[in-house]
C-alpha cells in the first residue's frame, strides 16, 4: 500500500495474500512437527511422525515402574500456569488518576487553539476513554498544527492506541518518509523526548506527521515495544493505561 496504492489491499489481492500467509503458517507448522520428531529419543523421521499403528496388547510390565520426568513436569508447568492465569485474572487492575481533556489549554504561549470534536463513527470505532484535539496557530502562520491525543484507561479488553502507520495508508495517504527524530528542550518524564516524523501525501497535498505513544512512564515511538511493554506492565504493574500523541501540518 506505501508503494503501489490502496488497490492493493483490496479485492484478488487481498484475498490472495491471505491464503500465501495460510499456506505460509501451515508450511511452518509441519517445520515445527519435524523439528520435534527429530528432538524425540530416539529420532524420528517426518515420515514416521505421520505413519499411524494400532498397537497391539502390550507385554506384562515386569519390575517397578516410576512416572517418567517430563510428565511430572509438563504437570507442574500445568498448575503454575493455572495460578498465575486465575490470580492475575482476578486483579483489580490500577488506573491512575488524571485529569480530564476538557480543561486542556486552547492557549500556550504564542499559539492560539481552536478545540475539534470527532465525529461518532470514529469515537464508537477507536473506542478511547478520552481525547483532546485542538488546531493550533501562531501569528499570521498559513497552517494550523493539529494537535490529537488519544487516552486509553486500560487496553485489556482490545482497545488499545492506534498507530499513525496503519491509519494513514487506511486514510488513502502515502507515506513518503519515515524516521525516528529527538526534540531537543522537550523533556518528557525525565527522558529525552523523542518521535516518529512521517511524511504524507494524497495527489498534490502534503502533509507532516510527528507521533509517539506516551505509555506509563514511557517514551515510545516503535509498535512492537508498546505491545510487549502492554504485557509486562499488565503483568508486573497491573496497569495498562497509555496515550497515542500525533501533531500534524501541511506542508506548503
Not at 75 to 94: M, N, V
Request: one cysteine or more.
Amino acid at each position: 500500500v506505501d508503494r503501489w496504492g490502496q488497490e492493493m489491499a483490496e479485492g484478488f489481492l487481498h484475498d490472495f495474500e491471505g491464503w500465501v500467509i495460510f499456506m505460509a503458517c501451515l508450511a511452518v507448522l509441519f517445520l515445527e512437527i519435524a523439528i520435534l520428531a527429530r528432538l524425540q529419543r530416539p529420532p524420528r523421521t517426518f515420515a514416521d511422525t505421520f505413519f499411524v499403528e494400532i498397537p497391539g496388547p502390550s507385554p506384562a510390565a515386569t519390575g517397578k515402574q516410576g512416572v517418567p520426568a517430563p510428565f511430572l513436569a509438563s504437570i507442574g508447568l500445568l498448575a503454575l500456569a493455572a495460578i498465575a492465569a486465575f490470580s492475575i485474572g482476578k486483579r483489580e487492575e490500577i488506573i491512575p488518576p488524571r485529569a480530564e481533556f476538557a480543561s486542556f489549554p486552547t492557549e500556550v504561549g504564542e499559539w492560539r487553539g481552536v478545540p475539534e470534536v470527532m465525529e461518532q463513527v470514529y469515537v464508537d470505532a477507536l473506542k478511547f476513554t478520552d481525547y483532546v484535539m485542538v488546531n493550533y496557530k501562531k501569528g499570521e502562520a498559513p497552517y494550523p498544527v493539529n494537535f490529537y491525543v488519544a487516552y486509553y484507561a486500560s487496553q485489556r479488553a482490545g482497545e488499545s492506541a492506534h498507530s499513525p502507520r496503519s491509519c494513514i495508508p487506511g486514510g488513502g495517504w502515502k507515506i513518503e518518509s519515515l524516521s525516528q527524530v529527538s526534540l531537543p528542550g522537550v523533556p518528557t518524564e525525565g527522558q529525552q523526548q523523542v518521535a516518529n516524523r512521517v511524511q504524507i501525501a494524497m495527489g498534490e497535498n502534503k502533509q507532516l506527521v510527528y507521533y509517539w505513544f506516551q505509555q506509563r512512564g514511557r517514551v515510545i515511538t516503535n509498535e512492537y515495544l508498546v505491545k510487549w511493554y502492554l504485557l509486562w506492565d499488565s503483568l508486573l504493574k497491573n496497569r495498562s493505561d497509555g496515550a497515542l500523541v500525533r501533531v500534524t501540518t501541511f506542508i506548503p
